[in-house]
């Protein structure tokens, strides 16, 4: 998607508003310069994440926590989540299921599901 991004729409700064058809084509040292972009851009939104990701980590173990708890919510449950607010007991469709699900207490540990292999 990067490649494409720098060779076909033409979205990088240092090389312009380019398309380039067929790689193949071109000279060696643009072919360099394509893939030094490339890298430069993964490399940046790579770090980007990581950035955000360590700068939310609070709320990321929050709101992993909720979906352990409860698999799927809705984007008013993930607002309330990271609010700070308590959710409803999960409720399933027993017509679907005939386990009852429970939240899990705070601080309790959640067991791993078993691997595919093991069963």
């Given amino acids: 998607?990067?490649?494409?991004?720098?060779?076909?729409?033409?979205?990088?700064?240092?090389?312009?508003?380019?398309?380039?058809?067929d790689e193949k084509l071109v000279s060696e040292a643009l072919k360099q310069q394509i893939d030094s972009e490339v890298r430069g851009l993964l490399v940046n939104a790579r770090n980007q994440v990581k950035a955000l990701l360590t700068d939310k980590?609070?709320?990321?173990?929050?709101?992993?926590?909720?979906?352990?708890?409860y698999e799927t919510l809705t984007k008013d449950q993930i607002k309330a989540v990271l609010a700070g607010e308590k959710l409803a007991p999960a409720l399933l469709d027993v017509s679907?299921?005939?386990k009852?699900?429970?939240?899990?207490?705070?601080?309790?540990?959640v067991?791993?599901?078993?691997?595919?292999?093991?069963?």
């Fill in 1 to 21: 998607m990067a490649r494409h991004m720098i060779t076909q729409c033409g979205l990088n700064d240092e090389l312009g508003p380019m398309y380039v058809e």
């Fill in 57 to 69: 980590l609070d709320q990321l173990h929050t709101l992993a926590g909720a979906l352990l708890d």
């Fill in 96 to 98: 679907k299921s005939s």
């Fill in 100 to 109: 009852q699900h429970k939240p899990a207490e705070e601080g309790t540990e």
């Fill in 111 to 119: 067991a791993a599901a078993p691997a595919l292999d093991d069963q």
